[in-house]
C-alpha cells in the first residue's frame, strides 16, 4: 500500500477563486471557458509582439491586440529561445523589440489560444489540445455517483480549474469494502490542461482514509495513466474511460459479494451462550472490555450471537474512538471478523 499525494499538492497550490463546491459548477465553468475561447492559426509571421497600455502583447494579423498572462508569456520567451526572467527585467518597449528579433520565422503555422481580449497560450503545430470538458465527460459518464471528497482543512474542495488547468478528486464514500480483511473505497483523480501546463492523465485507487490536507493514506490497486498532448491525445480518452470502467465494475462486485458476506454473517452463530460468543472472537485483537461489551450488547437484540451482531456492535465502539488513525486501525480488526461467516 502506498500514500498519495497528488490532491494535497493541489490542496497547497489552488487559491480560492480556483475551487469550486462541486462536479457540477466545475464542469460549467469549463464549458463556459471552452466555449469563450478561439483558437488561431497564423503563421509566425502574423504573431507581432506589440506594447498593449504599457504591458507586452501580441497583435495577431486580421485581428485585434491581445494581453498576455504568465502562462502565455513564458511560453512566448520559450519559443524565442529567451529566458523569461531576463525578458521581465527589460522595459516594454526593449522587451517588444527584443521579441520581435528573436521570435522564430518560417512558414509552420503557430496555433494561439485566447479569450476574453488574453493570450491563454501559444504552441507549435505539434501540440494537440483536449478540452477540459472531453475529459470530465468520462466522469459524467463512467462514475456520476462518486463525489469530491471531504472539504480540507483550509477549505480546499478536490476541484480546481484555473488559467493553466484542471484537477478533480473524487470518491465513492458509499461504497466501503473488505479487501483482504481491512476496508476500502474507490477513488480517482483526473487532470488536464488545455493549454500545455501538464499532461491529460487519470490515478485510480481504493483507500482507507483521507485526511484534511487531502493525503490518500494506504492506498492499494493504484492504476496511473497520462499522456503529452502531442498527435493522436484524444487516444487517451478512450484508454482513460477504460481505467475509470474497470474502477467501476470491480466496486460493483466487490459490492455485491460483500452484501452476500454481510448476508452471510447474519446466519452464522458464534454459539448459543455468552461463552461461547466470547470464544469464537478471541484471537481478533479486539481487547476483552470491548468483547464484553459487545456480547452484552448482542444479549439485548433478538438475532442472537451472531458474525453481523458482533461487527454491529464493535463497530458502534470504535466510533467512540477520537483518533483517526487507531479508529481506522480498529475498524481492520472488526473487518477480520467478517472471516467467520466465510
Request: one cysteine or more; a negative charge; aromatic letters at 10%.
Amino acid at each position: 500500500m502506498t500514500n498519495l499525494k497528488r490532491a494535497s499538492y493541489q490542496l497547497f497550490s489552488r487559491p480560492e477563486d480556483e475551487r469550486f463546491p462541486n462536479f457540477e459548477s466545475l464542469y460549467d465553468h469549463c464549458a463556459s471557458a471552452q466555449k469563450d475561447s478561439q483558437v488561431h492559426w497564423k503563421s509566425p509571421a502574423q504573431v507581432i509582439p506589440v506594447e498593449m497600455q504599457g504591458n507586452l502583447g501580441l497583435k495577431l494579423t486580421g485581428d485585434y491586440g491581445y494581453t498576455l498572462n504568465d502562462w502565455s508569456f513564458g511560453q512566448a520567451c520559450s519559443i524565442a529561445s529567451i529566458n523569461k526572467e531576463t525578458v521581465n527585467r527589460l522595459s516594454t518597449e526593449t522587451a517588444v523589440q527584443v521579441l520581435l528579433e528573436t521570435m522564430p520565422a518560417g512558414e509552420k503555422p503557430m496555433q494561439v489560444l485566447t479569450k476574453d481580449g488574453k493570450v491563454r497560450s501559444i504552441h507549435g503545430a505539434s501540440y494537440t489540445r483536449l478540452y477540459d470538458c472531453d475529459v470530465l465527460d468520462i466522469v459524467m459518464d463512467e462514475a456520476s455517483d462518486f463525489t469530491p471528497p471531504p472539504v480540507g482543512f483550509n477549505g480546499a474542495t478536490g476541484l480546481y480549474a484555473g488559467e493553466q488547468d484542471m484537477f478533480a478528486f473524487m470518491v465513492d464514500n458509499g461504497s466501503w469494502v473488505d479487501i483482504d480483511g481491512e476496508q476500502f473505497a474507490p477513488g480517482f483523480f483526473i487532470w488536464n490542461s488545455e493549454v500545455g501546463r501538464r499532461t491529460v492523465g487519470i490515478e485510480t485507487f481504493w483507500f482507507q482514509r483521507i485526511c484534511g490536507n487531502h493525503i490518500v493514506w494506504e492506498a492499494t490497486e493504484v492504476v496511473s495513466y497520462k499522456r503529452k498532448h502531442t498527435a493522436n491525445v484524444a487516444d487517451a480518452l478512450g484508454e482513460m474511460r477504460l481505467i475509470l470502467r474497470q474502477l467501476v465494475d470491480k466496486r460493483d462486485q466487490r459490492k455485491d459479494a460483500f452484501a452476500h458476506a454481510i448476508k452471510q454473517s447474519m446466519n452464522t452463530s458464534l454459539g448459543s451462550t455468552p461463552e461461547d460468543a466470547a470464544k469464537a472472537l478471541t484471537g481478533f485483537g479486539i481487547g476483552v472490555g470491548h468483547i464484553k461489551t459487545a456480547i452484552e450488547t448482542m444479549s439485548t437484540q433478538s438475532g442472537g450471537f451472531t458474525v453481523f451482531g458482533a461487527v454491529d456492535a464493535l463497530t458502534r465502539i470504535s466510533r467512540q474512538i477520537a483518533n483517526a488513525g487507531e479508529r481506522a486501525a480498529y475498524d481492520s480488526k472488526i473487518g477480520t471478523i467478517l472471516s467467520l461467516a466465510s
